[in-house]
């Protein structure tokens, strides 16, 4: 089953602007990871953010987190052709019973930049 | 090695066949997970292996699937009786510990005809 639901599924900005894509999830987590997917194949993870973190940075990518609507946000400044892929996160739960290393991803949200 | 390796890339077979997709972890890496993704949805958990014994098999959609770790490293995913339905990308995904952000193979993409 997907835990989490991004928004929007897809996403056309130019070169040079901010893209915006959003998550939520439904129950407690141990952490939220951003992954980027180029046609349907191997995911490359972007970035981990905790439960207890609000704000991540790395590079032109800035992840935020709010636990008390079960929601993040990755923002991209800058984008660039090559940001052009699908964008997903994924929960890994609140530990419970050791099943802290599942993944639940989301649909996920197809970026294209524009040259 | 460098990365995730999966073999093959694509794989293409006929209904009722068996099948057997190999993952090669990152040398190292304890913890190794197979996820399906289905067409224009997100990676789903099948199973997860932490050395050479299956953790939690729990995303298996039944006994037709079956997977290995024999030495903690490489991993075969086994399907018998292939169906239309398990068309798919299989990814394979590997990580020190069980907790963290995980390497991804690039995938077997598997088409039941």
């Known amino acids: 089953s997907q835990q989490g639901e991004e928004d929007p599924q897809a996403l056309s900005i130019q070169e040079g602007e901010n893209a915006t894509m959003n998550c939520s999830y439904k129950?407690?987590?141990?952490?939220l990871q951003w992954y980027r997917q180029n046609s349907g194949r191997g995911l490359v993870h972007l970035i981990l953010?905790?439960?207890?973190?609000r704000e991540k940075h790395s590079g032109r990518l800035r992840v935020t987190l709010d636990t008390s609507k079960k929601s993040s946000s990755l923002l991209i400044t800058a984008s660039r052709a090559a940001d052009t892929a699908s964008y997903f996160c994924?929960?890994?739960?609140?530990?419970?019973?050791?099943?802290?290393?599942?993944?639940?991803f989301g649909k996920g949200t197809l970026l294209t930049v524009n040259p | 090695g460098a990365g995730v390796s999966q073999t093959p890339s694509n794989k293409v077979t006929e209904k009722g066949k068996y099948v057997e997709l190999r993952c090669d972890p990152i040398?190292?890496?304890?913890?190794l997970y197979w996820y399906r993704q289905s067409l224009g949805q997100g990676p789903e958990f099948l199973i997860y292996?932490?050395?050479?014994?299956?953790?939690?098999d729990s995303g298996l959609p039944n006994d037709r699937f079956f997977a290995v770790r024999p030495e903690g490293s490489v991993s075969t995913l086994k399907i018998q009786r292939t169906e239309r339905g398990d068309s798919a990308v299989y990814l394979c995904?590997?990580?020190?510990?069980?907790?963290?952000?995980?390497?991804f193979g690039s995938g077997t993409r598997l088409t039941v005809v």
């Open positions: 129950t407690s987590i141990n952490n």
């Open positions: 040398s190292g890496h304890t913890a």
């Open positions: 994924a929960t890994v739960p609140e530990n419970s019973g050791g099943s802290n290393y599942k993944l639940t």
């Open positions: 995904a590997s990580s020190k510990t069980g907790v963290g952000g995980y390497t």
């Open positions: 953010i905790r439960s207890n973190e």
């Open positions: 292996f932490q050395g050479t014994g299956a953790a939690d």
